[in-house]
């Protein structure tokens, strides 16, 4: 997790500023941004409802917790760095991705809890569940914890993927015809072929990028 400094001066060069315009934007002076990117002053709260009005959502949320952050005692800031540094995934310990005939609605409520796992492609956009089932054995086995990195939707039919279907949660290859998703397929020969008839109950969670077994 980057601390004010860091983000200011980033938002700071990749705006074309310099420090006395960015202080002026801020209804302040060179000086103090001087201060702030020093970390010899705590960026204000002024300072902070005037920078909502010209950063990107995304880096005004990342400044705003930093600025949260600092105001706690350092030893509380350190062992929250420390937590937020880690890959921690968020693990849904009732939702169930079915290697099987469907299982469990998803739902919306937070995390059961977050799984440490370590991978170079674990990033802020996945999430852990369980397989239920054996319709993809062996290449996905009941209880197997898996790793779906939401970000990637655009699917092909090599891969396996987390689908919502009919308000039920899916892990599938997909069929592909003709650039669309028409069905879902099973490893396993006993498990048929999944017709998508309803495209508007149908989306991709995600992909499956990691398989662990006895986490």
Do not use: W
């Not at 980057?2 to 060179?30: C, F, W």
């Amino acid at each position: 997790m980057r601390d004010v400094k860091e983000i200011l001066k980033e938002y700071r060069k990749k705006s074309g500023l310099t420090q006395p315009q960015l202080g002026a934007l801020i209804n302040s002076t060179q000086q103090y941004v001087s201060l702030v990117e020093n970390k010899k002053s705590p960026l204000s709260e002024d300072s902070l409802k005037e920078l909502k009005k010209h950063m990107p959502q995304k880096l005004y949320d990342e400044l705003e917790e930093a600025v949260y952050l600092e105001k706690m005692p350092e030893a509380f800031q350190n062992k929250i760095r420390a937590r937020m540094n880690r890959k921690t995934v968020p693990y849904y310990k009732n939702v169930k991705a079915s290697a099987g005939d469907g299982y469990f609605n998803l739902c919306e409520a937070p995390p059961d809890d977050f799984l440490e796992i370590k991978g170079a492609r674990i990033n802020e956009h996945c999430v852990a569940l369980n397989i239920q089932g054996d319709s993809m054995y062996p290449e996905l086995q009941d209880c197997d914890l898996i790793v779906v990195d939401c970000s990637e939707k655009e699917g092909n039919s090599k891969d396996f993927y987390v689908v919502r279907y009919r308000d039920e949660i899916f892990a599938k290859r997909l069929i592909i015809e003709n650039d669309e998703i028409t069905g879902l397929r099973s490893v396993n020969p006993l498990y048929k072929d999944i017709e998508l008839r309803t495209r508007d109950s149908f989306n991709v969670i995600g992909k499956i990028i990691k398989i662990i077994r006895e986490y």
